[in-house]
C-alpha cells in the first residue's frame, strides 16, 4: 500500500468524476493545464480529452510510484515529479508563468490545516488572472473539522465558488469544487453547468 498520506481516496476516481472536475479546462488555444496528485491516470485522460489546440498538459506528481506509471502509460503527458506545495517553482522549471486551469485531487483532509493554507495560497499565486481551480473530494470527509477549514480557504480565496455533482457511483461518492480566479475569464464554462452548494448539476451517474 502507498503512504497514506499520500493516497486520497480508497478507489481511483470514476470517468464521471474525472471529467466533471477536468471541465474547467479552457477552450482558449494554447491553454496550460496542470495537474495535481495524477495517481493512475484517469483524471489525465480526461484532461486531454478536453485539451484545446496548441494546449500543454503536465501532471504533478510526489509518488514515484506514480510517476513511473504515468510516463510509461501516458508517454503523451508532462509528467513532473515533484510537492505540489511547490507548484510555483516547479512552473518556472517547465518554463511557465502561470496556468489556466489547475485540476486537483489532492488528500486535502489528510494535509494540516497550515499546510492546506500554503497550498491553496500556492494554487491561487501560479493560476492567471480569471484562471479556474477544480478539486475532488468525497462525501464522507464532509463533516470532518479539516473539510470545513477547507471550504473557507476556498471560499476567502477565489472570486467565485461552486460545487458539481455528486456522482453517486463513484466509491465512494464524490464532489467536484471549483474556483475562480478574479480577473477576465480565461476558462471556458463547465460542460455540466455550475451548480450552488449542495444542489446537483452536471453528470451525477455514469461510469
Known sequence: MRNPHQLGAIAPSSKAVARLAASIVPAT?????VELGAGG???S??????????????????????????????????VIAGDAGDLGKL??????????????????????????????????????????????????????????????????TF?????????WRNVPPALVYT??????RLAGEPTGGWATEGRPAGDTGGE
Open 41 to 43: 491516470g484517469v483524471i
Open 45 to 78: 485522460d480526461a484532461i486531454r480529452d478536453r485539451l484545446p489546440p496548441g494546449g500543454r498538459q503536465l501532471a504533478v506528481e510526489v509518488n514515484e510510484g506514480m510517476v513511473s506509471h504515468l510516463r510509461r502509460s501516458r508517454p503523451w503527458l508532462e
Open 91 to 156: 512552473l518556472r522549471e517547465a518554463g511557465l508563468s502561470h496556468a489556466d486551469a489547475i485540476v486537483s485531487s489532492l488528500p486535502w483532509t489528510l494535509f494540516e490545516e497550515a499546510q492546506q493554507k500554503r497550498m491553496l495560497e500556492e494554487i491561487a499565486a501560479s493560476l492567471a488572472p480569471g484562471g479556474a481551480f477544480s478539486t475532488i473530494t468525497t462525501l464522507t470527509v464532509m463533516p470532518f473539522q479539516r473539510f470545513r477549514h477547507f471550504r473557507g480557504l476556498m471560499n476567502g
Open 159 to 167: 472570486a467565485t465558488v461552486a460545487s458539481l455533482g455528486p456522482i
Open 179 to 184: 474556483g475562480v480566479m478574479a480577473g477576465d
Open 29 to 33: 488555444p494554447g491553454a496550460v493545464v
